[in-house]
């Protein structure tokens, strides 16, 4: 391996929506009207908005797909300050959409033969419009039902904004729904003999069985993207890293974190976990990267996740066997 420091690795292509399932064609946010007028309501008065149904993490699907039955149609909100009706936008068609959730148990009237089923199920089986319908509205769902009071004060906030924002009617202050932004990471050894190139793997403490993936972590206060990459690296590989290059990025609303991903060029080659955080690390040519998964040694991330389509990059093909 060249351990030279001012080396650099070619430039590595972005990755763009195809290979990024939540990150497809957006719908329309109205973004400003929603600043100045209900637009809840208004979709309520005009008869012909749809709703995307949430009960607790899953939407009501059909052999055909997801449903988005008339707004009319569909229970009333349940009154929790928690689970508020959000105007989402409007699709390309010009249909108005409302999100309205209910928890994980409910029973709704009208809605006893369908099947429910997961953001995670349905991503790659969906049109990238309804795809980002379901992203948003699982993201803001999530931020409603978590923070329906005051962080300054404790007091029930007031929805506001066509519940894209809470304002507190105590302290007056405004609240708006959490991103945050996470870097994670194809960690590789460039070498010139592509036959030896090889990309760093991880086993999270998290996962059962011999799942491996990429490095993620949390940016920090006061810390850039780039910052956060060398340090993760550092801490959960013991690997130095350099040649930071971004590839695309991912919404990822569990429960509402934006993933940054980059490639980075390892300069040290020693890999060591953390015991911790990773517990077992790996360095794959791509010949034993495909070895492995074909015979069930290793187990790759969905294909929903940036984790795949990072891998995919610089593997050069599709991998087997992956699902979601």
Do not use: K
């Amino acid at each position: 391996m060249n351990s030279s420091p001012d080396r650099s690795i070619a430039p590595a292509p972005l990755l763009g929506p195809a290979e990024l399932p939540f990150a497809g064609r957006a719908f329309d946010r109205q973004a400003v009207e929603r600043e100045h007028r209900d637009l809840v309501a208004a979709a309520e008065d005009s008869g012909t908005a749809r709703a995307l149904v949430l009960r607790g993490s899953q939407v009501p699907t059909t052999p055909h797909g997801p449903l988005l039955p008339l707004l009319a149609e569909v229970p009333a909100a349940t009154g929790d300050p928690g689970r508020p009706d959000v105007y989402l936008g409007r699709t390309a068609d010009g249909t108005r959409v409302v999100l309205r959730t209910f928890p994980e148990d409910a029973q709704l009237p009208g809605f006893e033969d369908v099947a429910w089923e997961g953001l995670l199920t349905l991503a790659t089986a969906v049109e990238p419009e309804l795809t980002a319908l379901l992203v948003t509205g699982q993201a803001i769902a999530l931020w409603h039902r978590d923070h329906p009071r005051c962080p300054r004060c404790g007091a029930l906030t007031e929805v506001v904004r066509s519940g894209w924002a809470r304002t507190c009617p105590r302290d007056g202050s405004l609240h708006f729904p959490r991103t945050d932004p996470a870097i994670i990471v194809a960690v590789v050894d460039d070498e010139p003999d592509p036959a030896r190139q090889r990309i760093l793997l991880g086993r999270s403490a998290l996962w059962s069985g011999n799942r491996y993936s990429t490095f993620a972590g949390f940016v920090e206060p006061g810390e850039s993207a780039e910052q956060a990459v060398v340090r993760e690296i550092g801490e959960e590989a013991g690997i130095t890293v350099d040649t930071v290059q971004y590839q695309g990025s991912q919404p990822w609303p569990f429960p509402r974190s934006l993933m940054l991903g980059f490639r980075a060029a390892a300069h040290t080659s020693v890999a060591e976990a953390d015991g911790e955080e990773i517990l077992d690390v790996r360095w794959f040519t791509r010949e034993q990267l495909l070895t492995c998964v074909r015979t069930g040694e290793v187990t790759l991330p969905g294909r929903v996740s940036i984790a795949h389509a990072l891998i995919v990059s610089w593997l050069g093909e599709d991998l087997p066997g992956a699902e979601w």
